[in-house]
């Protein structure tokens, strides 16, 4: 399913202030509070928005000793490599590139950690091209000032699990619950099987 205008002056004001509330959002956007909420909730759902965090100031963080890595993976391994490295609470952030390598950032609290860590948990099939100490950050941001236009989300049906491809799926609000579904026979067989569990409201703009 993929975003519309709407969605995206809902996000552009997000991606400035993560604590604005759903009337200061719609205000700033001139949408309605109900569709802010019933759209935020929607994109959530679909997993596009993963999760709301504070960004820290580098300068404010005492992280010890900073390593950009780069591994090069000779094997259809690559992504396995670098999935393993990504649980690693050591590693800050990892990306593959072209020619099969894996860019990480490692956080030790020494220079003498580095080599005993790589040895540990970097693969015997996989190589060490380069390893270089940070001595500075001029910008490092968790989230870019600008957003594409259009983006995609993976919702599905409540009801039989479907993609929901519709800009204005079929909704249900129950509580501080929302459901989702791809088509009026989907909505209407949730309803038949759930109705005494939901306490059905004035389904929210979509």
């Known amino acids: 399913m993929k975003t519309d205008e709407i969605d995206a002056k809902i996000l552009d004001v997000l991606m400035k202030d993560g604590r604005a509330s759903y009337r ?31 960004v820290l100031s580098t300068d404010s963080l005492d992280r010890g000793l900073a390593t950009l890595v780069v591994v090069k993976v000779d094997s259809p391994s690559a992504a396995e490599v670098a999935n393993h490295l990504a649980k690693l609470s050591e590693v800050q952030s990892v990306y593959t590139t072209t020619g099969q390598l894996i860019i990480l950032k ?35 941001e968790k989230l870019a000032p600008t957003i594409p236009r259009v983006l995609t ?32 026979t989907c909505r209407k067989a949730y309803i038949a099987k759930n109705g005494r569990k939901l306490s059905m409201k004035t389904p929210l703009p979509a």
């Not at 800009?167 to 129950?174: C, D, L, Q």
């Open 153 to 184: 989300m993976d919702l599905r049906c409540d009801y039989c699990k479907g993609s929901v491809t519709s800009s204005r799926p079929y909704t249900i609000s129950s509580h501080f619950s929302r459901y989702y579904f791809c088509c009026k």
């Open 24 to 54: 200061q959002i719609a205000n700033r956007t001139n949408l309605s509070t109900p569709t802010v909420s019933a759209r935020l909730a929607r994109m959530i759902k679909g997993g596009m928005i993963r999760k709301f965090v504070p």
């Open 106 to 140: 490692v956080s030790l609290e020494t220079v003498q950690e580095l080599q005993p860590f790589l040895a540990e948990h970097v693969p015997k099939e996989a190589q060490i091209i380069s390893s270089e100490i940070i001595t500075g950050t001029i910008k490092e």
